[in-house]
């Protein structure tokens, strides 16, 4: 007598890994859009926390939140003059003072109030 599996049997193992891998998939792409979001937030907090630090200490709010002119890099990182950490330097795009994050979300700094929003 032989062991092993008949090929009915390994056909079907073959279905359910693809029902399995058909039902990840696309819970996988949503995390990851969920964690580009949760960075962001994360980001803007403490973008927010630094922006009143910096009045706390010069009594004005600043002028710019950073150096950059159209997108981060690692020569001109984006919130350098508000982060004590040295800015960010991926995926944040800027105009004047917008600025879009790396899960699409736009953010206005006025320099006036201190908002970013």
Do not use: H
Request: glycine share 12%.
């Amino acid at each position: 007598m032989k062991k092993g599996f008949t090929l009915i049997e390994l056909i079907m193992i073959i279905v359910i890994l693809g029902i399995l891998a058909a039902v990840a998939v696309p819970k996988y792409f949503d995390l990851q859009a969920s964690a580009k979001v949760a960075a962001e937030k994360g980001v803007v907090g403490g973008v927010r926390a630094g922006i009143y630090t910096y009045f706390a200490n010069n009594k004005l709010y600043p002028g710019t939140l950073d150096s950059a002119v159209l997108a981060c890099s690692a020569a001109t990182p984006c919130f350098d003059t508000v982060l004590q950490q040295g800015g960010i330097t991926s995926d944040w795009t800027k105009s004047g003072l917008t600025y879009t994050g790396p899960a699409g979300t736009v953010y206005t700094y006025t320099p006036a109030t201190g908002d970013f929003k």
